[in-house]
């Protein structure tokens, strides 16, 4: 690993920010005794933000493989989190939608997510917490 972190710092060093902060906030989510983990997390707000994505559509946008976001889904339908739609164009598409507890599900981890942010923003100075998210956003782009 040592070699690593040596040849490829920027991605080590993402790599491992990324694995820490998925942690933290299944941690944060775990003390709320809140029913999902990071990762069907990532769904449900997506599917909060843009309704009647395709299974196709989510996978694309969270760089999820098929047979995950299929399981994601076919777990929030048990829970009752989304209903399945047929595209009314198309019937061979389906479009994923929140319920009402799938919308309540997203808000509450706003809150979550957003005091965990504002913990996390305390760590820098106004003028390193701008340049860390332009940094970011040029990585992203």
């Known amino acids: 690993m040592a070699?690593?972190?040596?040849?490829?710092?920027l991605i080590s060093g993402i790599g491992a920010l990324r694995l820490k902060l998925l942690r933290e906030c299944d941690r944060l989510f775990r003390e709320k005794n809140f029913p999902?983990?990071?990762?069907q997390v990532s769904v449900l707000r997506l599917l909060y933000g843009s309704p009647g994505l395709t299974q196709k559509e989510i996978?694309?946008?969270?760089?999820?493989?098929k047979g995950s976001v299929n399981r994601t889904i076919s777990v929030f339908?048990?829970?009752?989190?989304v209903k399945v739609i047929m595209d009314?164009?198309?019937?061979r598409k389906t479009r994923i939608?929140?319920?009402?507890?799938?919308k309540n599900l997203a808000k509450q981890t706003e809150i979550v997510?957003?005091?965990?942010?504002?913990?996390?923003a305390s760590l820098f100075s106004e003028e390193e917490y701008?340049?860390?998210n332009l940094l970011m956003n040029k990585l992203l782009n």
Do not use: A, C
Not at 36 to 39: E, F, Q, S
Not at 59 to 65: E, H, K, M, S, V
């Open 3 to 9: 070699g690593n972190k040596k040849f490829t710092p």
């Open 36 to 39: 999902l983990d990071m990762d």
């Open 97 to 102: 939608e929140l319920t009402i507890e799938g």
């Open 88 to 91: 009314k164009q198309d019937k």
């Open 130 to 132: 701008q340049t860390f």
């Open 77 to 81: 339908s048990e829970k009752g989190i």
């Open 59 to 65: 996978g694309t946008q969270l760089q999820r493989d």
């Open 113 to 120: 997510l957003v005091k965990y942010e504002k913990s996390l």
